[in-house]
C-alpha cells in the first residue's frame, strides 16, 4: 500500500491567498483554481474582473497539471504539429490544456495536485501559480 500525502483545504487557502496576492501585485485580476493529485478541484477564486472566459480554462490548467505531473507551458512546447505530444490538447474531453499557467504541486516527489490561472498573459499567468506553489512551500517549512 502506498501512503502518499494530500493537498488539505488549509493548504489550498494557503495557496489561493498568495496566488491572490500576486495577482494584485501585478495588477491582472485571474480565475484561480487549486486540484488534488487527480485533477479534482478542491478550490476555486474568480476575482472581481476576472474574464469569464477564463474560467474553465483555470480549472483545466490545474487538472492538465496534477493529472500529466507537468506543466501546462511543457505540454505547449511539445504540442506543436512536428512535437511528440501533437493533439494531445484535444484528449480528456478537450480538457487538457496546452498554454502556461498550469503547474503540478509536488511534495516530497510525489504529486499533491495542480493550480492554474488565467484571465493574464500566459507568463503572468504562470508566475501567480508559482506564487502560490511557493507559499504553501514556506508554510510546510513551518
Do not use: W
Not at 491567498?17 to 485533477?39: L, N, S
Not at 476555486?44 to 476576472?50: E, L, N, Q, S, W
Amino acid at each position: 500500500m502506498k501512503m502518499v500525502p494530500r493537498l488539505t483545504l488549509e493548504d489550498a487557502r494557503v495557496m489561493m491567498d498568495a496566488a491572490e496576492a500576486k495577482a494584485r501585485e501585478i495588477g491582472v485580476d485571474m480565475d484561480i483554481a487549486i486540484t488534488d493529485d487527480g485533477g479534482s478541484l478542491l478550490m476555486f477564486h474568480r476575482m472581481d474582473d476576472a474574464r469569464l472566459t477564463s474560467i474553465d480554462i483555470a480549472i483545466s490548467k490545474a487538472f492538465t497539471a496534477a493529472a500529466a505531473r507537468k506543466s501546462t507551458r511543457a505540454y505547449g512546447e511539445t504540442s506543436r504539429p512536428d512535437g511528440s505530444s501533437y493533439g494531445i490538447h484535444v484528449s480528456n474531453q478537450g480538457r487538457f490544456m496546452i498554454i502556461a499557467g498550469g503547474l503540478p504541486v509536488f511534495l516530497d516527489g510525489r504529486i499533491v495536485g495542480g493550480i492554474g490561472c488565467s484571465s493574464g498573459h500566459a507568463d503572468q499567468d504562470e508566475v501567480v501559480s508559482q506564487a502560490g506553489i511557493d507559499a504553501l512551500m514556506n508554510h510546510l517549512k513551518g
